[in-house]
């Protein structure tokens, strides 16, 4: 018996004995994906994702083939280690002649279209898994090695010293992703580590450079769209080439060479798919944008494996990133900048049983409280692969050099800075209070201050002042802000101020500060303000990750301005250039289905898909606290945004205002008017209304926008968009005789149109174009050229 068991065993060695190796481009030497291996003595496969394959012991020479390498033989007795390099084939035929007939592609291209959504990793199914992930930059390997040994520029050999020995940068994560169809999904950053750095803004890094899988209509690069072409009409918009056929044994897998077809304008991609006959699913895919005229070279590679005879789920993600040209030293050697990141998912597990509904959809990715403190042995249990000499000298030397320069300082610095604040040591300077500019004060200096975190973390006290060159007086407030938990939002605010605010205006409670906020242009035009006195308590605080509310109560005396007079024809007020208001009420503010990153305390929206819907209530009391009116103040507005693959995008927002009770114009709702010739263009406004011409007891606007898909050009500079814009609004007023004021309101309806060619100069983070508009309707001039509004189209691009 034990004779048998031995020779069984023996057997069985002999078998399953096997040596892996890894294929590499003999020049950069990087991992090639996907190389076909010819064994001698078996059926042909594919190399993994990182160019890895296993070979039998019996087996004595074996083949390697890859599009653009030269076919190569190898002798497995003369293997001295575990790589084996691929040499670039110099003479390529990259012209692809499309002759008449049936293209045998677009019969497995048309199965694996009808079979997307079964396929896809995030339809059907709920699914657990581990990840590891790892993001290295790294200057270009080629062009370090075509350093001259003779050089004599000393910064150019000190630098080809540094990078042989160590990468420019580096990042390690580890994660656990649970879903549950169709929208429960999140994902906990369980480890990571960044060389130089703690702050967890980074431990994301690696899952935000590509889509997850391959089957959605966009696939997501680096935040750029792309039309996948496994989207319906894929057939339409791209080139399918059958290339090569390699057969299993209950199945087959097609490489079909893809990219937009000629004459196509979309922003397409190319590269490679690996269609598998077993559901007709991809088995793998290559790709990177088609022509790209960024400068920035990008590529991904995704390998997927079929689990538990159930379905395809990837397995391996690849991304590469080349970021261009930098100069170093003297000598005019400009080596590329180069990213390359792997993910590795593991532990797979279908439908399981003992998944826990009960977690905060909203909050897709969030980091662990104690993530960065994994010591090393737990990192290598982590790892797919030993981390080499040359990645442990980064984090070493990296982590040495930030605390010599303090990177962590000027991260948080630079953070401080995104908000609107210059720290200061314990203290930071509000850059918004320095200078500003509206119709109504002209100029306005000034200067904010509040402690920063050195000096209490979660509390903010704060005051300014500040004078303007319009209505020359001085206004000035204090604050404080005691976060009772930043994660859930929680704070409570207090402040005075005596200041001015815009006649009839609204403002909705905000994240924080926004440079992209259509909010800061508008402000510029506000041309009628009164001045107030406001004392106020706050609680905000979210329900959910995407639904916030916020409870307040105030007290303020409104001073008229610009001789505007309130006197109610049925003498239930008797003062008639100031009021004495006490409100009560709350906000509520709704991103329907928004997705958030929770990155320590910091929670980071990921893209709004959905409309959002935001409500403010104020009920002012006459009699509290000597307040004169009585009233109920009511606005509201929903908003969303449209995606039309391959056309444009449809920007579409409704705002509503009414107010009940006897009130001045200040508690009214203006028209939202930002019509001044060769100003700039403000989204969700009415572009030919004069600022503070209209005012309405109860009015709603419509605003829609159409921005078509940029047209690209051969200049760097310049990416024209066409954008229409259309916008409606009505309006009325309740006894306009208690007003001593000249106003219209918009009983008969507000209409207006408009053309906007943006893009006509770009930056990397401007562009600039021209807009007209056209005011036509009731309120339109009779002399039709002075319904004409020529405006300047100003767009920032600030991610």
């Not at 692809?96 to 997307?116: F, L, Y």
């Not at 004392?535 to 905000?540: H, K, L, M, N, Q």
Request: charged share 25%; net charge negative; aromatic share 14%.
């Amino acid at each position: 018996m034990r004779l048998i068991l031995f020779i069984f065993s023996l057997t069985g060695f002999q078998v399953c004995s096997q040596e892996t190796y890894f294929v590499k481009d003999a020049f950069s030497e990087s991992s090639i994906p996907f190389v076909k291996v010819f064994p001698n003595d078996g059926e042909p496969f594919l190399a993994d994702i990182d160019g890895a394959f296993d070979i039998q012991a019996s087996t004595s020479t074996f083949q390697l083939k890859s599009r653009g390498f030269r076919d190569t033989t190898i002798n497995v007795a003369s293997i001295t280690d575990s790589i084996v390099y691929l040499m670039i084939r110099v003479q390529q035929v990259d012209e692809i002649t499309v002759v008449p007939g049936v293209n045998p592609a677009h019969r497995i291209m048309k199965k694996a279209i009808e079979n997307r959504k079964a396929n896809h990793p995030l339809k059907n199914d709920a699914f657990r898994y581990n990840s590891y992930s790892k993001f290295i930059f790294d200057i270009n390997l080629e062009d370090l090695a075509a350093i001259s040994d003779t050089t004599t520029d000393s910064t150019i050999m000190e630098m080809r010293k540094f990078f042989e020995s160590q990468h420019l940068f580096m990042l390690e994560s580890s994660s656990r992703r649970t879903f549950i169809p169709p929208y429960r999904d999140q994902e906990e950053i369980t480890a990571y580590k960044v060389s130089g750095f703690t702050d967890p803004i980074f431990s994301t890094f690696a899952n935000g450079m590509q889509s997850f899988s391959f089957y959605d209509n966009q696939f997501d690069l680096l935040g750029s769209h792309y039309i996948n072409p496994l989207a319906f009409g894929g057939i339409n918009r791209y080139l399918f080439v059958l290339e090569d056929s390699t057969f299993h044994e209950t199945d087959t897998t097609y490489t079909i060479y893809y990219r937009p077809r000629k004459g196509k304008t979309f922003n397409g991609l190319e590269g490679r798919l690996y269609i598998n006959t077993n559901g007709f699913a991809v088995e793998k895919v290559i790709a990177q944008p088609y022509n790209d005229t960024t400068g920035m070279q990008v590529k991904i590679v995704q390998e997927y494996e079929f689990i538990d005879g159930k379905k395809w789920f990837p397995t391996k993600l690849n991304t590469e990133v080349d970021f261009g040209a930098v100069q170093w030293g003297n000598g005019g050697f400009n080596p590329r900048q180069i990213g390359t990141g792997q993910t590795y998912i593991e532990d797979i597990e279908l439908n399981p049983s003992d998944l826990a509904k009960g977690f905060n959809n909203n909050i897709t990715i969030f980091t662990a409280e104690d993530a960065n403190e994994q010591n090393e042995n737990e990192w290598d249990s982590l790892r797919r692969y030993d981390i080499t000499d040359k990645e442990l000298r980064t984090y070493e030397m990296i982590d040495s050099l930030s605390e010599a320069m303090g990177f962590e300082k000027k991260l948080n610095y630079l953070k401080a800075l995104t908000e609107g604040k210059l720290p200061i040591g314990n203290y930071a300077l509000d850059l918004t209070r320095l200078m500003r500019f509206n119709f109504y004060e002209r100029c306005r200096f000034g200067l904010g201050l509040e402690n920063s975190k050195k000096l209490m973390k979660n509390v903010v006290i704060g005051g300014y002042f500040g004078w303007a060159t319009g209505d020359k007086e001085w206004k000035y407030g204090g604050y404080s802000t005691i976060h009772l938990s930043r994660k859930r939002g929680m704070k409570i605010d207090l402040k005075y101020q005596q200041d001015i605010y815009e006649r009839g205006g609204n403002n909705f409670m905000t994240s924080g500060f926004n440079l992209q906020s259509t909010d800061a242009l508008r402000f510029l035009f506000i041309s009628s303000m009164d001045r107030q006195r406001l004392g106020e308590v706050a609680f905000t605080t979210d329900i959910k990750a995407n639904m916030s509310v916020r409870i307040f109560g105030n007290y303020q005396r409104i001073g008229f301005t610009n001789d505007y007079r309130f006197l109610p024809s049925d003498g239930t007020y008797s003062s008639p250039v100031d009021v004495d208001l006490a409100e009560i009420g709350f906000e509520f503010k709704w991103n329907i289905l928004e997705k958030y990153m929770l990155l320590g305390n910091k929670k980071v929206s990921q893209g709004i898909k959905y409309p959002t819907m935001k409500f403010k209530l104020a009920r002012g009391g006459k009699g509290w606290f000597e307040s004169n009116l009585d009233y109920l103040r009511m606005n509201a507005e929903i908003a969303q945004t449209f995606d039309f693959i391959g056309v444009g995008k449809l920007k579409v927002k409704v705002e509503a205002g009414k107010t009940v009770g006897k009130v001045p114009l200040f508690l009214t709702h203006v028209g939202n008017g930002t019509g001044q010739q060769w100003m700039t263009s403000v989204a969700n406004t009415f572009e030919t209304m004069a600022p503070g011409t209209f005012y309405s007891s109860e009015q709603a606007a419509l605003f829609t926008r159409f921005e078509f898909r940029s047209f690209k050009t051969k200049a760097k500079w310049n990416e024209p968009k066409i954008s229409l814009h259309h916008a409606i609004g009505y309006g009325r007023v309740d006894d306009q005789v208690d007003h001593v004021a000249d106003f219209r309101t918009m009983e008969n309806g507000y209409y207006e149109g408009g053309l906007i060619l943006d893009g006509l100069y770009i930056s990397s983070l401007a562009g600039l174009g021209i807009g007209v508009f056209y005011n036509y309707g009731s309120y339109a001039d009779t002399d039709w050229e002075k319904n004409i509004m020529p405006k300047i189209a100003l767009s920032f691009s600030i991610d």
